[in-house]
T-cell receptor
Framework: KNQVEQSPQSLIILEGKNCTLQ??????????LRWYKQDTGRGPVSLTI?????NTKSNGRYTATLDADTKQSSLHITASQLSDSASYIC????????????FGAGTRLFVKA | DTEVTQTPKHLVMGMTNKKSLKCEQH?????MYWYKQKAKKPPELMFV???????INESVPSRFSPECPNSSLLNLHLHALQPEDSALYLC????????????????FGPGTRLTVL
């Protein structure tokens, strides 16, 4: 069964601190993995996208890693800012005669001053 | 232009009303999507259009009727909705090559917040 599991469910950190969000998946055959940031009541915004051959990708203070062997990904946020407070969603796509996209439940991040 | 726009931003309707949600993109994308998102849940796929043709319908009730007039526009017609249909409705688009691309990223619009009374 194609699944995407994220942890933790929620996280509270102080401004300026770093944090790491986890994503485990069982999607097959794997096509790509994306991390999105979603502010409350807004549409998700793409942060990174990685294919099978990529194991790290950065976008400013966001760095995503991918281990295709263990089917795990992480999103590392450096020097967090109040504006980083949002839900972070891991999305994995499969290629099987089309495009199947599976969303994780997301991690809700709260950055406090 | 890397933007997907949606109108209206908010919509309140009664169960007997007929309304439409609109989505537009000018990125030359050939795949467009409708998602429904309840609070604190991930988006749930409703429909996918590929090259203006409906390619995926995730068993959505017929009170939701999608329409793709051209490659830039996607509508969602609403009729006889139920209060449980209240949600954030997201539109997305992607390049949508005829062969699935490994780097095909979906770009999301800001959503329409729908409330059914």
């Amino acid at each position: 069964k194609n699944q995407v599991e994220q942890s933790p469910q929620s996280l509270i950190i102080l401004e300026g601190k770093n944090c790491t969000l986890q994503c485990n998946y069982t999607v097959s055959p794997f096509s790509n993995l994306r991390w999105y940031k979603q502010d409350t009541g807004r549409g998700p915004v793409s942060l990174t996208i990685m294919t099978f051959s990529e194991n790290t990708k950065s976008n400013g203070r966001y760095t995503a890693t991918l281990d295709a062997d263990t089917k795990q990904s992480s999103l590392h946020i450096t020097a967090s800012q109040l504006s980083d407070s949002a839900s972070y969603i891991c999305v994995v796509s499969a290629t099987a005669g089309g495009f199947k996209t599976i969303f994780g439940a997301g991690t809700r991040l709260f950055v406090k001053a | 232009d890397t933007e997907v726009t949606q109108t209206p931003k908010h919509l309140v309707m009664g169960m007997t009303n007929k309304k439409s949600l609109k989505c537009e993109q000018h990125m030359g994308h050939r795949a467009m999507y409708w998602y429904k998102q309840k609070a604190k849940k991930p988006p749930e796929l409703m429909f996918v259009y590929s090259y203006e043709k409906l390619s995926i319908n995730e068993s959505v009730p017929s009170r939701f009727s999608p329409e793709c007039p051209n490659s830039s526009l996607l509508n969602l017609h609403l009729h006889a909705l139920q209060p449980e249909d209240s949600a954030l409705y997201l539109c997305a688009s992607s390049q949508g090559a005829r062969r699935a691309s490994r780097t095909d990223t979906q770009y999301f619009g800001p959503g329409t917040r729908l409330t059914v009374l």
